[in-house]
């Protein structure tokens, strides 16, 4: 039986991880006492990510023990990919509601694998503007602000890995009338791979209050 859409991008990736973990678990342990106790532990971590699981559901999830290798990885991944839920896709007159300030919004040409996305992301290369559509705890914001390319890496404020990042500059409005704040975060330069990457959407949350 198919089961509804329930794994979100950011818990996707992180039960991605711990498939990694179990074959690089198979690779370099004998121990089947060792392996069935990494097992049960990815089981858990797994099931942990999640509240009210269906029996079906939890079957699909618990099909990670058949992981043993690159190959049986590749195919439960597949066979899970199928239960994320998309990313809402947005229309221009949404966007723009998102977006107050901007005069015209428009969508980002480029296709988007919107499967694979806990915010979106685009580049205005010429203004050297990012606007980002970000879930906060309390629904869908937009958030746009400049960026400045860093030579060094550094650790991006959405999903916490050392990587190349950019400056992200945004301006807030300060107490005082006619007063603005202006923030910086690092965050990646490549905003597929921050989402390809992100674990946690608390994180995620963390990063828009930071900015608000
Ligand atoms: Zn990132």
């Known amino acids: 039986m198919k089961s509804e859409q329930f794994i979100r991008n950011d818990q996707f990736n992180f039960i991605k991880r711990q498939v990694l973990q179990l074959v690089s678990g198979h690779a370099t342990v004998n121990d089947q006492h060792v392996i069935n106790a990494m097992e049960s ?5 797994t099931e942990d990510l999640f509240t009210g699981l269906t029996p079906i559901q939890r079957n699909i ?4 023990v058949k992981v043993a290798d690159k190959e049986t990885a590749e195919q439960y991944l597949v066979e899970i990919e199928a239960y994320i839920i998309p990313f809402k896709e947005l229309s221009e ?8 300030k901007v005069k015209k919004m428009k969508l980002p040409k480029e296709r988007l ?5 806990s915010f979106l992301s685009y ?3 010429g203004t050297k503007r990012r606007y980002i559509v970000v879930p906060a705890r309390k629904g869908m914001i937009g958030l746009t602000g400049t960026y400045e390319e860093t030579k060094t890496k550094q650790i991006c404020a959405i999903c916490n890995r050392l990587t190349p990042v950019c400056m992200f500059i945004t301006k807030t409005k300060g107490d005082i009338a006619g007063n603005y704040t202006k923030k910086g975060n690092y965050i990646c330069r490549d905003s597929e791979d921050c989402n390809h990457h992100l674990l946690s ?3 995620v ?5 930071n900015i608000k």
Do not use: S
């Open 113 to 117: 694998n919107y499967n694979r996305m």
């Open 123 to 125: 580049d205005d290369f």
């Open 93 to 100: 007159q949404k966007l723009q509601k998102l977006f107050p």
């Open 201 to 203: 959407l608390d994180k």
């Open 41 to 45: 532990l990815a089981i858990e971590k």
């Open 61 to 64: 999830l618990n099909r990670i």
């Open 205 to 209: 949350y963390e990063f828009v209050e």
